[in-house]
C-alpha cells in the first residue's frame, strides 16, 4: 500500500498534472466512444488545418480574415468539384476496367506457377504449385463474397458519401470563419488552472498543424510525381495506381511496402521480365526514396523526430483503436505522448520553505 502511495504521490502530487490527465482521458473516451459519429467533424478540422494555412499567409498580407476565408474556402470548393467530377470518374472506369481483366491475370499467373517445377526443380514441386494455387484461389472467392456485400451496403455508403459532400465544406468555412470564436466557447467549460495542460496543447497543437499541411503536400507531390512517370512510361491504370501511392505515404513505411505488389504486379501482367518492367520498377524506387530522403525531411522539419519503432507502434496502436483517422494522425498523436512524458513531472513536489523552495518544471510551465 506504501508503495501505491507514493507512486501517486510522486505523479499526481501537483493539481496541474491531474487537470492534464484527466483532459487526455476525456478526450480518449470522447474518440473511442463517438469516433464514427464525428467523423465529418474530424474531416473538416483536418481540412480546416491544411487551410488555415493559406488563410494566414493572406492575413499576413494584409487582408482581412473574412475575405481570406471567402478566397481560400472558394478555391478548396473548386478543388472538391474537380476531384468529384474529374478525377473520381477517372479512378472509377480504371478501376472498373482491372476487374474486367482481372480473369485473364489470374489465368496468365497459374499458367506462370505451373511453370515454376519445370524451370526450377531443385526449389519447388507440382504439390507445392497445386497447394498455392488452392489457396489463391479461396483468397479470391473470400474476396468475391466481401466485394459482393460491399456491393449490398453501396447504398448506404453513398448516402454517407453525400452527408461528407454536403456537411464537411460546411463545417470547414465555419471552422475557418470562426475559428477562435470557437476556442474561446471550448475554453471556458474547461478548468482555470491548466497551465500544464495550455503548454503541451500548444506544442502539440503546432505539430498537428504542420503534419497535416505536410502530409497533404506530401500526398499530392508524390501522387502527381507518380502519375506523371506512370503515363510516360505507358503503364496501366496510372492514375489508378498513382493514387494508391499518393494515400500510401500516410502510413509510413508499411504503406510504400503494401502499394508496391499492385505496382509490380500489373507492371508484370502488362510486360512479363522484360526492361519495361524494370525501368518501371527503377522509377518507382526512385520516387519512394526521394520521398523518404527528401520530400520527407524538408516537408516535415518542423515536426519532432520520432524513432521509426515508435512510428510503427503508433500506427498499430492507434490504427487498431481508431481506424483510418488513427492511421492518419499516428504521428501527432505519438508526438502527443511524447509531449506528455516530457512534460510529466519526474519526482515529488518538494514541500520546503518558501525561500528555499525551487520550482519544478510544471509550475514554470502552469505560469506560462
Same mark, same amino acid.
Given at each position: 500500500?506504501?508503495?501505491?502511495? +507514493?507512486?501517486?504521490?510522486?505523479?499526481?502530487?501537483?493539481?496541474?498534472?491531474?487537470?492534464?490527465?484527466?483532459?487526455?482521458?476525456? #478526450?480518449?473516451?470522447?474518440?473511442?466512444?463517438?469516433?464514427?459519429?464525428?467523423?465529418?467533424?474530424?474531416?473538416?478540422?483536418?481540412?480546416?488545418?491544411?487551410?488555415?494555412?493559406?488563410?494566414?499567409?493572406?492575413?499576413?498580407?494584409?487582408?482581412?480574415?473574412? /475575405?481570406?476565408?471567402?478566397?481560400?474556402?472558394?478555391?478548396?470548393?473548386?478543388?472538391?468539384? &474537380? /476531384?468529384?467530377?474529374?478525377?473520381?470518374?477517372?479512378?472509377?472506369?480504371?478501376?472498373?476496367?482491372?476487374? =474486367?481483366?482481372?480473369?485473364?491475370?489470374?489465368?496468365?499467373?497459374?499458367?506462370?506457377? =505451373?511453370?515454376?517445377?519445370?524451370?526450377?526443380?531443385?526449389?519447388?514441386?507440382?504439390?507445392?504449385?497445386?497447394?498455392?494455387?488452392?489457396?489463391?484461389?479461396?483468397?479470391?472467392?473470400?474476396?468475391?463474397?466481401?466485394?459482393?456485400?460491399?456491393?449490398? %451496403?453501396?447504398?448506404?455508403?453513398?448516402? %454517407?458519401?453525400?452527408?461528407?459532400?454536403?456537411?464537411?465544406?460546411?463545417?470547414?468555412?465555419?471552422?475557418?470563419?470562426?475559428?477562435?470564436?470557437?476556442?474561446?466557447?471550448?475554453?471556458?467549460?474547461?478548468?482555470?488552472?491548466?497551465?500544464? %495542460?495550455?503548454?503541451?496543447?500548444?506544442?502539440?497543437?503546432?505539430?498537428?498543424?504542420?503534419?497535416?499541411?505536410?502530409?497533404?503536400?506530401?500526398?499530392?507531390?508524390?501522387?502527381?510525381?507518380?502519375?506523371?512517370?506512370?503515363?510516360?512510361?505507358?503503364?496501366?491504370?496510372?492514375?489508378? $495506381?498513382?493514387?494508391?501511392?499518393?494515400?500510401?505515404?500516410?502510413?509510413?513505411?508499411?504503406? +510504400?511496402?503494401?502499394?508496391?505488389?499492385?505496382?509490380?504486379?500489373? +507492371?508484370?501482367?502488362?510486360? #512479363?521480365?522484360?526492361?519495361?518492367?524494370?525501368?518501371?520498377?527503377?522509377?518507382?524506387?526512385?520516387?519512394?526514396?526521394?520521398?523518404?530522403?527528401?520530400?520527407?525531411? $524538408?516537408? &516535415?522539419?518542423?515536426?519532432?523526430?520520432?524513432?521509426?519503432?515508435? *512510428? *510503427?507502434?503508433?500506427?498499430?496502436?492507434?490504427?487498431?483503436?481508431? #481506424? &483510418?483517422? #488513427?492511421?492518419?494522425?499516428?504521428?501527432?498523436?505519438?508526438?502527443?505522448?511524447?509531449?506528455?512524458?516530457?512534460?510529466?513531472?519526474?519526482?515529488?513536489?518538494?514541500?520546503?520553505?518558501?525561500?528555499?523552495?525551487?520550482?519544478?518544471?510544471? =509550475?514554470?510551465? /502552469?505560469?506560462?
Amino acid at each position: 500500500m506504501n508503495i501505491v502511495r +507514493a507512486w501517486f504521490r510522486r505523479y499526481f502530487s501537483d493539481p496541474q498534472v491531474v487537470i492534464l490527465a484527466l483532459l487526455l482521458v476525456a #478526450g480518449f473516451a470522447l474518440v473511442i466512444t463517438f469516433g464514427n459519429m464525428l467523423a465529418p467533424v474530424l474531416a473538416g478540422v483536418v481540412i480546416a488545418y491544411l487551410l488555415e494555412g493559406f488563410v494566414g499567409a493572406l492575413e499576413r498580407r494584409h487582408m482581412p480574415r473574412m /475575405a481570406a476565408v471567402l478566397v481560400v474556402f472558394l478555391a478548396f470548393m473548386l478543388f472538391l468539384v &474537380f /476531384a468529384l467530377f474529374g478525377l473520381l470518374p477517372i479512378l472509377s472506369n480504371q478501376l472498373a476496367q482491372l476487374l =474486367q481483366q482481372l480473369p485473364t491475370m489470374i489465368a496468365k499467373g497459374q499458367h506462370t506457377l =505451373q511453370r515454376l517445377p519445370d524451370l526450377y526443380p531443385n526449389f519447388i514441386t507440382s504439390q507445392q504449385v497445386s497447394e498455392i494455387m488452392a489457396g489463391i484461389r479461396g483468397e479470391l472467392a473470400a474476396w468475391g463474397q466481401h466485394a459482393l456485400s460491399v456491393s449490398v %451496403a453501396s447504398v448506404v455508403g453513398l448516402i %454517407a458519401l453525400l452527408v461528407y459532400v454536403v456537411l464537411v465544406p460546411v463545417l470547414v468555412f465555419f471552422f475557418l470563419k470562426d475559428k477562435d470564436r470557437i476556442l474561446q466557447w471550448v475554453s471556458q467549460y474547461l478548468p482555470g488552472e491548466r497551465g500544464l %495542460a495550455t503548454v503541451v496543447w500548444n506544442d502539440v497543437n503546432i505539430q498537428i498543424g504542420n503534419y497535416v499541411r505536410g502530409k497533404v503536400w506530401e500526398i499530392l507531390i508524390v501522387g502527381v510525381t507518380t502519375y506523371a512517370t506512370f503515363a510516360i512510361m505507358g503503364l496501366q491504370y496510372a492514375a489508378l $495506381l498513382a493514387t494508391l501511392v499518393g494515400f500510401s505515404v500516410i502510413i509510413p513505411y508499411i504503406g +510504400a511496402a503494401v502499394v508496391t505488389v499492385p505496382v509490380a504486379v500489373i +507492371a508484370y501482367f502488362q510486360w #512479363g521480365w522484360g526492361t519495361e518492367f524494370a525501368y518501371l520498377i527503377i522509377a518507382y524506387g526512385i520516387i519512394q526514396t526521394l520521398d523518404g530522403n527528401i520530400l520527407v525531411p $524538408l516537408l &516535415f522539419s518542423e515536426v519532432v523526430n520520432l524513432h521509426p519503432v515508435a *512510428i *510503427i507502434v503508433a500506427v498499430l496502436v492507434f490504427g487498431g483503436i481508431w #481506424g &483510418f483517422w #488513427g492511421v492518419f494522425f499516428a504521428i501527432p498523436l505519438a508526438t502527443l505522448v511524447q509531449a506528455v512524458l516530457k512534460a510529466w513531472p519526474r519526482g515529488p513536489i518538494e514541500q520546503s520553505e518558501p525561500e528555499t523552495r525551487t520550482e519544478t518544471p510544471v =509550475q514554470t510551465a /502552469a505560469k506560462r
